[in-house]
């Protein structure tokens, strides 16, 4: 995920977080991984580079288009389909050596049973030897422990502004927050969109993922798996 007060691009971030996931994973090449969500398919396309078998799924019809798009300029040729996570498809049913979710997202839902139902679609994607990976950056402990980042200002690279405000509510165990973009006077250029994530501990985590199946559930500190 994003590193506080550390520069690096976009390309050497996907670089460090797709390598990272292999290094977890321990898949052979080849494999096949689902990506979900995928967003606009950054990590799909760097994991299909390097020798993977990827599929990425998304519900957001614009994200998909920007893709299909890179991943056209970069000649590298992912699968990527509109899925709902809480309903993937029965024809994707033990097809995957390994499903990951990268960079917050998990938790999109209100209702706790379509959350729960999410991890289930996961488990239900994989071989019987299939691995998911989970990864956030924000957690109820980090919170505590003041080892996330919240708000914050990040220049990207064409010097526009992303300028995110977050509210953690203890209550709801949800985080609470927006996000939009300027250019490097201020000026808007995506106004602020609002969000709403459901944040889970390490132990609601584990006792989720045993809940729909899982037998085994490491939880680790970063891409090196402290």
């Not at 709902?84 to 499903?99: H, P, S, T």
């Not at 990040?154 to 203890?170: A, D, F, Q």
Request: proline fraction near 2%; charge should be negative; aromatic fraction near 12%.
């Amino acid at each position: 995920g994003y590193l506080l007060n550390q520069r690096e691009t976009l390309e050497e971030r996907t670089y460090r977080e797709s390598h990272g996931v292999l290094n977890l994973l321990e898949l052979e090449r080849g494999s096949r991984i689902l990506d979900a969500p995928c967003g606009y398919g950054r990590h799909s396309i760097a994991l299909t580079n390097l020798g993977y078998d990827v599929t990425g799924i998304d519900i957001d019809q614009d994200h998909l288009i920007k893709a299909y798009k890179d991943s056209d300029v970069k000649k590298i040729h992912p699968r990527f389909c509109k899925r709902d996570l809480r309903d993937i498809g029965k024809e994707y049913c033990g097809q995957f050596d390994a499903v990951i979710n990268m960079f917050y997202s998990f938790g999109f839902f209100q209702l706790e049973e379509e959350n729960v139902k999410v991890m289930r679609e996961f488990y239900n994607c994989l071989k019987s030897d299939g691995k998911l990976l989970l990864h956030t950056d924000v957690s109820p402990e980090m919170i505590k422990n003041k080892t996330t980042v919240k708000d914050s200002i990040r220049t990207l690279e064409n010097n526009h502004k992303l300028v995110i405000l977050e509210n953690y509510n203890s209550q709801t165990k949800r985080m609470e927050g927006s996000w939009e973009t300027t250019d490097s006077i201020g000026k808007i250029i995506f106004p602020r969109a609002f969000y709403s994530m459901r944040i889970y501990t390490g132990d609601e985590f584990k006792y989720m993922a045993k809940d729909v199946g899982f037998k085994h559930v490491d939880i680790l500190g970063s891409f090196h798996g402290e």
